[in-house]
């Protein structure tokens, strides 16, 4: 999901929904859902001419047992030579790329389903074999919830830059945020007001980094980016540019305001490290500081100090 900045003031940016280019009329009549975020990731549901109920009900043609999921949630049919979903008065809606579904609409190639925590892709065509074993290969390097990269992608990333910068004495930094009172934020709006946050959050950063930068979310809230040949100043800089714009970000979910600032911690790569892990604690060590030093602020290593000191500011 892409989302444009919408500026009403020169101190905050508006998240809304970029609008898609969309495919033609599909002609083909099967199709498949795909789990990308949720409980059980890679699952895949044939959909063909007959009419399918969502549901947490165990006599759902597709049952989902989560508590955010309604016991008979969205029905999926095949009507007038295109598919459509439609929400059964469920409880926490129905939606399509994050649009409220408010009775029925267009489910087209390639849109993404969200049904209480549970995401799932849809895709259509006559190669749909196909799509899928791509689909899943997508998956082993993405995080179906913000579409950046994961963990286990994050590391080979890591890995490799490691060992360039040490082949070719080149720097790199890396820096590590996660959002602040995240676990406030869940308590007080609920589990998929935060799963909202972290996809707009993602957003809003890939649209300031570079073509070269690489951002994963590696935890629950917590988020890294590996920023090639770029200082320990460039670095803070960098770090310094997206907690003001997340500050400064009007995030939102069902029309109600969230609040959201993130802690940030940078290091960069020394000629001592001899790991990936080396480099990690250091970023992670600077980001634990900003936290307990009063979150919302930016805490950079000293360069070359073996003795740990760092210093935290709020941009």
């Known amino acids: 999901m892409q989302f444009k900045d919408q500026t009403t003031n020169p101190s905050q940016t508006v998240l809304t929904e970029a609008t898609a280019a969309r495919a033609p009329k599909q002609t083909s009549d099967s199709g498949l859902l795909i789990v990308i975020y949720g409980q059980d990731i890679g699952r895949r549901v044939h959909v063909g001419t007959e009419p399918l109920i969502i549901g947490r009900s165990p006599q759902c043609e597709i049952p989902i047992d989560q508590e955010s999921i309604s016991r008979k949630h969205c029905q999926i049919r095949f009507h007038e030579g295109e598919f459509r979903v439609r929400d059964l008065e469920s409880t926490n809606g129905t939606y399509v790329n994050d649009d409220l579904v408010e009775d029925e609409g267009r489910l087209r190639h390639g849109d993404q389903l969200k049904v209480g925590r549970t995401i799932m892709k849809f895709i259509v065509g006559d190669d749909i074999e196909v799509q899928y074993h791509e689909e899943v290969y997508r998956l082993m390097m993405t995080d179906g919830l913000t579409q950046l990269h994961n963990k286990r992608y994050f590391d080979e990333i890591l890995d490799k830059e490691v060992a360039r910068a040490k082949r070719y004495k080149r720097t790199f930094s890396l820096l590590m945020f996660d959002i602040d009172h995240f676990k406030h934020i869940n308590d007080k709006f609920g589990h998929l007001a935060g799963d909202a946050i972290l996809r707009q959050l993602g957003a809003v950063t890939l649209g300031r980094l570079r073509r070269n930068d690489v951002i994963a979310r590696i935890g629950g809230e917590e988020f890294?980016?590996?920023?090639?040949?770029?200082?320990?100043?460039?670095?803070?800089?960098?770090?310094?540019?997206?907690?003001?714009?997340?500050?400064?970000?009007?995030?939102?979910?069902?029309?109600?305001?969230?609040?959201?600032?993130?802690?940030?911690?940078?290091?960069?790569?020394?000629?001592?490290?001899?790991?990936?892990?080396?480099?990690?604690?250091?970023?992670?060590?600077?980001?634990?500081?900003?936290k307990r030093t009063g979150r919302d602020r930016v805490c950079v290593s000293e360069t070359g100090n073996d003795d740990g000191k760092m210093h935290a500011k709020r941009p």
């Open 224 to 290: 890294a980016l590996i920023t090639p040949e770029v200082s320990l100043e460039g670095a803070g800089e960098l770090a310094g540019k997206i907690n003001r714009l997340v500050r400064d970000t009007r995030f939102e979910f069902e029309g109600t305001r969230v609040e959201v600032t993130i802690s940030v911690g940078v290091a960069e790569w020394q000629a001592h490290y001899e790991e990936p892990e080396d480099v990690f604690k250091a970023a992670d060590e600077k980001l634990f500081e900003a």
